[in-house]
């Protein structure tokens, strides 16, 4: 019964092989993810960050304040990077 049942898996494995093109179309696919990502990561932390000083100048109270708000920013690349990932899994 396992036999029947791997080879069974074996064969349809075996059905979902890519091709050259569709893994080069994933691979651009998890590219543009991450690019846009980090780029969209960047600018946040420009702004924040620049902010983030200037406020603290002002009122050295809301430092912590604009530290949490830049790593918000910091978050964005890291959810950019899961999606490239999972993209790139899903094309095997």
């Known amino acids: 019964m396992y036999l029947s049942l791997l080879n069974t898996l074996q064969s349809l494995m075996a059905n979902l092989a890519l091709t050259a093109e569709q893994q080069w179309m994933y691979a651009l696919a998890a590219a543009i993810a991450f690019a846009g990502g980090a780029l969209g990561a960047g600018i946040a932390i420009?702004?924040?960050?620049?902010?983030?000083?200037?406020?603290?100048?002002?009122?050295?109270?809301?430092?912590?304040?604009?530290?949490?708000?830049?790593?918000?920013?910091?978050?964005?690349?890291?959810?950019?990077?899961?999606?490239?990932y999972m993209i790139l899994m899903m094309g095997g």
């Open 46 to 84: 420009a702004f924040t960050g620049s902010a983030a000083i200037s406020a603290a100048v002002e009122d050295p109270k809301t430092k912590v304040w604009g530290l949490i708000i830049t790593a918000l920013g910091e978050a964005i690349a890291i959810y950019a990077f899961v999606m490239a």
